[in-house]
C-alpha cells in the first residue's frame, strides 16, 4: 500500500500517457515519475490506499453514529437529580 494516487499526464494532445504518483504532505503534494514497468505495482498499491481511506471514513461515520446513540441512552436513562440549596427543612 502506497499513501497516495496515480496521476495520468499528456504534454501533447496526440503524446504518449506519463504516469506519476501522486502524494500528499502537509502544504501540497509531490509528484514522483512512475516508469511503465513500474506502473502495474503502484496501481495495486495506490489502490489499496484508495479503499484503506474509503474503509477509515466509512469507520469513523459509523463509529459517530455509535457515540451519538450512546449518549441519547445515556442521557435518558439517567437519573435527575435535584439540587437544594441553603437550609431547607
Request: glycine share 6%.
Amino acid at each position: 500500500m502506497v499513501a497516495g494516487s496515480l496521476v495520468e499526464r499528456r504534454f501533447r494532445p496526440d503524446g504518449a500517457a506519463a504516469y506519476y504518483l501522486s502524494i500528499p504532505t502537509k502544504r501540497n503534494s509531490w509528484h514522483r515519475y512512475i516508469r511503465k514497468d513500474e506502473l502495474e505495482y503502484f496501481r495495486v498499491r495506490a489502490e489499496a490506499w484508495r479503499e484503506f481511506v474509503h474503509a477509515m471514513a466509512q469507520w469513523v461515520l459509523v463509529n459517530k453514529a455509535i457515540e451519538k446513540e450512546l449518549r441519547s441512552l445515556g442521557r435518558e436513562r439517567c437519573e435527575k437529580i435535584t439540587i437544594k440549596r441553603g437550609r431547607g427543612k
